[in-house]
Structure formats: C-alpha cells, structure tokens
C-alpha cells in the first residue's frame, strides 16, 4: 500500500479519513480503492477509518 497516495487522496478531498475503503486479496490489506476502480473477482472491499488502516499496516 502506497501511503503517500493515500495522504495525497484524503489531501484532495477524494477520499475521508473516516471511511477509507481498501481493497483486501486473501485476507491481505493491499490498496486504497478509489470511487469508479474496478476490483478483481478475488479481492473484497472493506471500509476502514484512516488509524485502523495504519495500524494494520504498521502493526501487522
């Protein structure tokens, strides 16, 4: 996960830091999902607020 993409999103308004959603492939919490992205049939969407997004990225 690029967290400098993620800064620059909620940043430009594109995105809020209370309701991020990510993209998860097996489990694993892999990238920002962004309005209008399309999302392999593999991966789910989650939304998370922005202290849990780093504390798994950090943290786990």
Avoid: C
Avoid at 7 to 23: A, H, M, N, P, R
Avoid at 36 to 44: H, L, S, W
């Amino acid at each position: 996960m690029d967290l400098n993409y993620l800064k620059q999103q909620i940043d430009k308004g594109t995105i809020s830091k209370d309701s991020i959603t990510v993209v998860r492939r097996g489990g694993e919490l892999i990238d920002i999902h962004l309005p209008g992205e399309t999302i392999n049939a593999d991966e789910v969407l989650e939304v998370m607020d922005l202290e849990s997004v780093l504390r798994e990225v950090f943290w786990n």
